[in-house]
């Protein structure tokens, strides 16, 4: 096995605000592993308030880089297992290099992933697209640049509803709406009711990653579901979010790949809950290990590729919010030449 890699700074096609704050570019490190000539990729977006950029995860790689290459690869999950231990404090790492031992063990098997873990693609849900917070006049143009069946609204600041409401004037699609932990209990249990009444299909992540008595108050008071998504970063966060969400969103990049993103998979719906994965705004890389996984979910938000004016490779395509999977294995993908 022989790794390297390469980082990116892509710009986007707008300014991208969440409650959070805003940025113009998406950093993101793109690893290679070459197993005997079969070359496999995988991706992971640094996000700021997670505390890892690419230079950490650089850093980390060429420090363990020898124990990275020395390992007998032979399937994804065991190599995970290695790469969490050599790599505890780093899963964006980990997770680009998982991702692309899938990327290698579904070329040596000659299938894409979803037809090696036999999953139907006709059952994967739309993908919905993103209007980031703006003026209300520039969040009406960007849905109205980019018709599309289901939008995830981002909210969690003053005059977030009058954002919505503006723009269920201007359409009749699935709205979803992201607070990212931005509204406080009140907040929420005012606004929540609101949304219902216009047509909001369901809220991601309204109060704070760690405001669990709120959860379980809003929880049993919130007219719409309820998903939980800072709240849940690793397969541990599963459980606690039961009783408290009513469903989960998943972002590999978190939790630390595709390996512990499919057991997570499996313990929410053993709860009962529904399952999401999301995206951090993944080029084509990361967007196409997602769509392996889109036929086991309930929603899929994977629009970064829509979102980012560059790329890092080609791969799934969209046709109006419903995925398009070619015949390549592994993740489906072509990668410019590293």
Known sequence: MKV???????????????????????????????????????????????????EKMAEDLERKKIFVE????SDPERYWHYLHHLFPGNPFLVCALDMAAWDIYGKLKRKQLHELWGLDIATAPLTDFTIGIDTIEKMVEKMKDKPWPIYKVKVGVEGDMEMVAALRKHTTAVLRVDANAGWTLEEALQKIPVLKDLGVELVEQPL????????????????????????????????????????????????????????????AKELG?????????ESSVGTAAIAQLAPMLDYVDMDGTLLLAEDTAEGVKFDFGKILFNDLPGLGINVQSF
């Open 273 to 281: 809950m529904t399952v999401m994965v999301g995206c951090m705004n």
């Open 70 to 73: 020395k390992f007998a690869f």
């Open 208 to 267: 704070a990653k760690d405001d669990w008595e709120g959860m379980k108050v809003l929880f049993e008071k919130s007219p719409l579901p309820l998903i939980a998504d800072e709240a849940c970063v690793a397969e541990a966060d599963v459980e606690k979010c039961h009783h408290h969400f009513h469903g989960i969103n998943i972002k590999l990049t978190k939790c630390s790949g595709i390996t512990p993103a499919r057991r997570m998979i499996t313990k």
């Open 4 to 54: 390297q890699y390469k980082t990116y700074n892509l710009p986007f096609h707008h300014p991208f605000t969440i409650s959070k704050g805003t940025k113009t570019h998406q950093p993101t490190f793109i690893v290679e592993l070459d197993f005997m000539g079969i070359k496999g990729y995988g991706e992971s977006p640094p996000i700021k308030y997670y505390n890892i950029t690419v």
